[in-house]
């Protein structure tokens, strides 16, 4: 379905990135994936490359670091021969709660989740629309449209990430761009620390929170089998009428609370 597609993966070394990597290469896409964590990229794109039948390189990559982004994606693009495509999933995840929230943890989470959504996109767009079109796909959450009093930087920064994903796609789209967000509810290695750093009465009361309101198994999905057929999809000619989007790949969490 991606045979030729020339795409960006950030955040590849694990967890969604990984898994949409793999997705991508599976379909015949080549694929440069970025990451912060040169050691595990590499031997994640090793054993990917290896799999085929698309390919795989890596490129280190910190996305809240202007400079950084962009030697990263000329890299990738001269490697590519173009850009057809750049998935977002590169972020970072930690409690803070209203009353202690400190500036530094603050900051960081927008450098990282918000800084680093505009950066990679800004640099993904002349590349783009040098193609005519293309697709980019970040990632939100539903902590971005809801109350999260356990992590309330997180939440603040992905409901920015949302609105960049609007403002982007409406900006973008005479360009044949478009720009849409997957909120997804995955069992990844963030979520796995996330939920080892809880107490027994918070692990109940994530239960109620966040896995009793998914409809479809009371569980969070499987990167591989749930949620990359769907980034396929997003990074494919199928969904060329859709735009501005923020789309929830959660087994109905968000909906069915
Ligand atoms: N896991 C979930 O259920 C869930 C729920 C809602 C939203 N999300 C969002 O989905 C996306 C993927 O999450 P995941 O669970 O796969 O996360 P993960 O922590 O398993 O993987 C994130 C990857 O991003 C990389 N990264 C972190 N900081 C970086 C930086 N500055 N530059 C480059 N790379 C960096 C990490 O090294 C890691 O490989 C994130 O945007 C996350 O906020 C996840």
New binding site residues.
Partial sequence: MLEGKRIIV??????????TLSAYVGSGANVVA????EK??KAVVGKIHETGPGSAFFTH?????KN?VEQSFSKAVALLGGLDVLA??????AASGAVDVSVEHWDQMF???VR?TMLTNQAAYPYLKAEGGGAIIN?????GQRAEPGAVA?SAA?GA?HSWTRSAAASWGKDGIRVNA??????????E?AMSKLSEEATTAAFWMNHQSIALGNK??D?LTDLGPVMVFFASDASRFITGQLIPV?GGQTNTR
């Fill in positions: 950030t955040g590849a070394a694990r967890g969604m990135g990984e898994a970025m990451d912060i964590n595990m990229g990559i910190d996305v809240a670091d950084s977002h999933p590169a972020a970072i995840q450098a990282v989740n680093g990632f939100g959450s539903i902590s997180y992905k990430v997957i909120l997804p509810a995955m069992a990844t290695p963030m979520y620390e969070y999905g990167p959660d």
